[in-house]
């Protein structure tokens, strides 16, 4: 089975503070993705990542920075944590471009105060 | 470009009855579909998927969903539920060979009361 990891289940920063987020997925998957997910809101997507140094821009990347220097591992940047990034921070993989579902770690709470 | 309408955001049953989650979409081009679920203080899951072939798709728990093409819409049924069975679920888009970014639904809340 596909398993993704994040590296905390809960976090608590304090607002300006430098946070990173990580994600490690063990089957080689080369999409990665960040998302967060706000009640009524669903899960929008910050960054992805088709490839090793490759990123692109989802709907929401103001505020984060990612980085992917090696396959297995996409990390989750907040350069200045501010109260409204507060909130449930999901990772997940997918085989390629041509995939299909996406795996799910099982998120991130972030509460900055 | 490609939506996902999810129109209930929360579903109050009873358990054992029948429910329906509702979900439709609009797409320029032909889609995988994909319903996701998940349990509280968890990631999600997939529950089941369509991507070509029989328009009715199953899950090992007994959930189902079809494929409607004139309808654009991917319904997920279960003709009894169980307790176990309350969730968020989530239905998801994504187009074949076209942007391989899926596009999520915004989640309904099913809440089965005993």
């Known amino acids: 089975d596909v398993k993704v990891t994040q590296s905390s289940r809960y976090l608590v920063k304090r607002t300006g503070e430098k946070v990173f987020l990580e994600c490690v997925q063990d089957?080689?998957?080369?999409?990665m993705f960040w998302y967060r997910q706000d009640p009524g809101l669903g899960l929008r997507l910050i960054y992805f990542s088709y490839d090793v140094k490759m990123k692109e821009k989802g709907d929401i990347p103001e505020g984060y920075s990612v980085s992917r220097e090696k396959k297995e591992r996409f990390s989750l940047i907040l350069e200045s944590a501010s109260t409204n990034q507060t909130s449930m921070y999901l990772c997940?993989?997918?085989?390629?471009?041509?995939?299909?579902?996406?795996?799910f770690g099982p998120g991130t709470r972030l509460t900055v105060t | 470009a490609q939506s996902v309408t999810q129109l209930d955001s929360q579903v109050p049953v009873f358990e054992e009855a029948p429910v329906e989650l509702r979900c439709n979409y609009s797409?320029?081009?032909?889609?995988?579909l994909f319903w996701y679920v998940q349990y509280p203080n968890q990631g999600l899951q997939l529950l089941l998927k369509?991507?070509?072939?029989?328009?009715l798709v199953e899950s090992i728990n007994g959930f189902e969903a079809e494929f409607n093409k004139s309808q654009t819409s991917f319904h997920l049924r279960k003709p009894s539920v169980h307790i176990s069975d309350t969730a968020e679920y989530f239905c998801?888009?994504?187009?074949?060979?076209?942007?391989?970014?899926?596009?999520f639904g915004r989640g309904t809340s099913l809440i089965v009361h005993p």
């Open positions: 997940a993989s997918r085989e390629g471009t041509f995939g299909y579902e996406q795996y």
């Open positions: 998801a888009v994504k187009g074949r060979g076209g942007s391989y970014i899926p596009t």
């Open positions: 797409s320029s081009v032909s889609v995988y």
């Open positions: 369509y991507l070509s072939g029989s328009t």
């Open positions: 089957m080689d998957h080369e999409n």
